[in-house]
């Protein structure tokens, strides 16, 4: 299986959430995730407001591939209610 990490620039109902990650809990595809509140980035020492202020969130999945991510992200609560969910392959570090 590869891993996926979905980065959620938006939001769904309570109800859509809960339907999408029993979805991914019994498919075996759920890793882990979060919403995320505020954020800093760090350049050159120096701290600043996050750069990215539309990110809300990350799921971490298992899929054979990319074309079943690509299922996994058109279902998410994010991507029906009109937001964007980017879809990155996680390479495995040695």
């Known amino acids: 299986m590869n891993k996926y ?3 959620n620039h938006g939001s769904g109902t309570a109800g859509q959430w809960d339907t999408y990650l029993k979805m991914l809990h019994e498919g075996g595809h759920i890793l ?3 919403s995320l509140d505020h954020g800093i980035a760090v350049q050159n020492g120096i701290f600043t407001d996050a750069v990215s202020t539309t990110i809300t969130g990350y ?5 054979h591939d990319i074309e079943i ?3 996994i992200a058109l279902q998410s609560p994010v991507q029906l209610s009109g937001g964007v969910v980017e879809v990155f392959t996680l390479s495995e570090s040695e």
């Open 69 to 71: 991510a690509k299922k």
């Open 32 to 34: 882990g995730g979060s």
């Open 59 to 63: 799921i971490l999945i298992q899929a």
């Open 5 to 7: 990490i979905l980065i």
